[in-house]
């Protein structure tokens, strides 16, 4: 059964981290990830494309029904983008990683700042005449304080553009600038009006899981993609994500 987040959930505070407790890191959406991976810098270094059986058993993954919910944004886990990523640059199989903006725990995985958050390409679209494209992601491995790369399910579930990103930022507590703590009773108490972006007409402190803010013709649709995996499309020639958009993603379960 999913859970439905729909007002904020106070962390307890140890040692300067905001800790998600166990019942918060529940699962909220089913994931598989297919393809044979090399990692590559987010820049699009060249990798080798996964075999065909594997796409095709990805594709044949049922995915659970869409459900209508709204996260905590102190439940999120908030990921910059280093280098550009580019559909017209990636291809299936291939692994790119994003850094962690601000530390949280996690039963079974500690969140640093700048640690990595890695995932698959599942898809990779790039045309002209007419313009469309799509990247899909499957985000199944952390860098996680105790254990080092270890797999943990993620959902990516908002895209924000580095401007509206500062924007919304400059608002907020300095922990969610990447070089602090999250402290868990500021956390609930964000003012900036860009924070209402995050989930149009819902509730303050929300995020709606498939919100876009700040970069246009772009669409995010959470189990979208291959395998259930995280479809971005765009109707410009390619999917493009700068070096400092921001990636909001929440844990599905304690891994």
């Known amino acids: 059964m999913l859970v439905v987040l729909r ?20 699962s909220l959406f089913a994931l598989s990830a297919a393809g044979q991976s090399m990692p590559v810098q987010s820049n699009g270094a060249s990798a080798a494309p996964a075999s065909p059986a594997s796409a095709h058993e990805a594709a044949q993954v049922p995915c659970p029904p869409k459900v209508d919910i709204d996260i905590a944004t102190n439940l999120t886990i908030h990921a910059k983008v280093k280098g550009l990523l580019d559909s017209g ?5 291939q692994e790119i990683w994003v850094t962690v903006a601000s530390p949280l725990v996690f039963p079974g995985c500690t969140l640093n700042p700048h640690s990595a958050l890695y995932a698959h390409v599942t898809s990779a679209l790039a045309q002209k005449n007419p313009n469309a494209s799509e990247l899909s992601l499957a985000f199944d491995h952390a860098d996680c304080a105790e254990h ?19 924007r919304m930022h400059d608002e907020v507590p300095i922990g969610l600038h990447g070089s602090g703590s999250r402290n868990a009773d500021s956390a609930g108490k ?39 995996s995280d479809r971005i499309s765009s109707t410009n020639r390619s999917v493009e994500l700068d070096p400092g958009a921001e990636l909001i993603l929440i844990m599905q379960a304690a891994p």
């Not at 080092?148 to 500062?166: D, F, H, M, T």
């Not at 876009?212 to 979208?224: A, D």
């Open 7 to 26: 007002s904020l959930i106070r962390l307890p505070w140890i040692g300067g981290i905001a800790v998600v407790p166990v019942f918060a890191a529940v």
């Open 89 to 93: 640059h990636l291809k299936v199989g």
């Open 148 to 166: 080092g790369k270890k797999a943990v399910p993620l959902r990516l579930i908002g895209l924000v553009s580095e401007e509206a990103s500062e």
């Open 190 to 228: 964000v003012t900036s009006g860009d924070d209402t972006a995050l989930n149009p007409g819902g509730l303050a402190h929300t995020v709606h899981p498939g919100i876009v803010v700040g970069i246009p013709k772009m669409k995010l649709e959470p189990e979208g993609g291959p395998g259930c």
